[in-house]
């Protein structure tokens, strides 16, 4: 049986912080019992240990039901669902309640289920391979857990499931949240219409923003590092108003977010009041987000299609840190030498070869791209050009934005597009090359894991 005495402490915090804001036990009574309840640690065994702070598995899912014909019009959300998660968030509260890690999973990540049986049909499943946002569909919340925690050896505390609705209510609860754009974003299939500038978000356009895949050639990873970038948003807003201050307000959005989500038995209005309670000092800068590592961005699987295979060895490194309770970034004083470019060195994956027949060559290059911050393999290879003068850089056209950032760090070199080459670029060393040029992103996601705290990402 699962220990609930944190939940009882939890919740008895929460009465005495609402009894102070002149808000009774009957009333948070009443929050709980507004809450869609699943049990996804149903019968699971052999799980992972837990560690320190809090893991909270956050999915949004597709589901519509409540939504109106006015919306579904206006904010593109017609169709029938297809009961998988839209999205899919590794949420990380430190044991101090002084930091919140955000992890995002990529929704094609290769996924290996377990043995089950299917939710739906009853029918029983040997282990198999899927995408991750998949898994929903055929086991719901609890094969998502067993999945994530398989995939990431981090133990899951808490689950919660949010669909548009309940997104949309709760942007418009904390006021909406300030978003600013350097160029227009524009996407024909979710109708998010944004010129460059600054802009207060409500429910509906916000889900366009979080939802947009179409904005250019980064799809998915653009996707996930403008949601990233609307929750430090919403962070801020919430922070800035003043919401974990005041127990009538917390609770008011409190009581929206729950009116319309799914949730574990343990996690009610007594543990969220109480969470927020407990990071009264939260800030944007207390939150910190990255995307879970990835080696192979079109490791195409029979009956499947392309999915994400992760970097093995850096995710255990970002999961331990993780189950470790340790931060993701640091705070040293960021040098501002270095070209700007759109994409950070550290997300981008490098093959060196040397194209010359100069003894060292691709080892020097490789070591110089990894020292200002490209993720190159460490291991250059020998090119079947020997006598190559312009160096040259060859890319998969989907990654066209990270092709500038590396070939501004190469004066002089070539561009290449190779169709199907993936996510990995590779670079030919030839003998006119004069050096690396230090690079720098605007949007800062340095260090290993390509984390960014909450107030580097929005509006100055």
């Not at 006119?432 to 984390?451: I, L, W």
Request: proline share 4%; aromatic share 6%.
């Amino acid at each position: 049986m699962r220990p609930h005495w944190g939940a009882r402490l939890a919740k008895t915090l929460s009465v005495l912080v609402l009894s102070a804001g002149g808000i009774g036990h009957t009333v948070l009574t009443s929050l709980d019992t507004g809450i869609d309840r699943v049990d996804p640690f149903k019968d699971m065994k052999n799980r992972p240990e837990g560690g320190h702070g809090m893991n909270v598995l956050v999915v949004g899912t597709d589901g519509r039901d409540k939504i109106t014909d006015a919306q579904r019009r206006a904010y593109r959300l017609g169709g029938a669902p297809c009961h998988c998660t839209d999205t899919v968030m590794l949420v990380h509260i430190s044991d101090q309640r002084d930091r919140a890690t955000i992890v995002s999973l990529p929704r094609d990540s290769y996924a290996a289920l377990p043995e089950h049986t299917d939710r739906t049909t009853g029918k029983h499943h040997t282990a198999h391979a899927v995408k991750l946002n998949a898994v929903y569909a055929e086991g719901g919340p609890t094969l998502t857990v067993r999945t994530v925690e398989q995939m990431t050896g981090v133990k899951i505390d808490h689950y919660l499931e949010v669909d548009f609705t309940s997104f949309m209510k709760t942007v418009d609860a904390v006021g909406g949240v300030k978003i600013c754009t350097t160029h227009r974003m524009k996407d024909s299939y979710t109708g998010l219409d944004l010129p460059a500038g600054t802009h207060r978000l409500d429910g509906g356009r916000a889900l366009q923003y979080v939802r947009s895949r179409h904005i250019d050639a980064a799809a998915d990873l653009g996707r996930m590092q403008r949601q990233q970038r609307f929750l430090a948003a919403l962070i801020q807003s919430t922070a800035s108003r003043g919401i974990l201050l005041n127990p009538v307000k917390l609770r008011e959005v409190a009581s929206t977010l729950l009116d319309s989500v799914r949730a574990d038995e343990g996690f009610g209005a007594g543990e969220l009041l109480a969470l927020g309670q407990a990071m009264r000092g939260f800030s944007a800068a207390s939150s910190e987000f990255t995307t879970v590592p990835t080696g192979k961005t079109d490791y195409v699987v029979k009956g499947i299609g392309s999915t994400v295979k992760w970097d093995t060895a850096r995710a255990a490194r970002l999961f331990r840190a993780l189950r470790d309770d340790k931060p993701l970034t640091s705070r040293p004083s960021k040098s501002k030498a270095g070209t700007l470019v759109d994409v950070s060195p550290q997300q981008i994956r490098v093959q060196v070869y040397n194209g010359t027949r100069t003894d060292g060559l691709g080892k020097r290059v490789d070591l110089a791209l990894r020292a200002t911050g490209f993720h190159t393999t460490r291991t250059p290879l020998t090119s079947n050009r020997r006598e190559l003068k312009r160096t040259l850089v060859e890319y998969d056209p989907r990654w066209d934005r990270s092709a500038k950032s590396l070939a501004a760090a190469l004066p002089g070199c070539a561009l290449k597009e190779v169709k199907g080459q993936g996510g990995t670029f590779k670079v030919t060393a030839g003998s006119e090359y004069k050096g690396v040029n230090p690079v720098r992103a605007a949007d800062p996601r340095q260090g290993e894991f390509g984390a960014v705290t909450g107030d580097e990402v929005v509006c100055p």
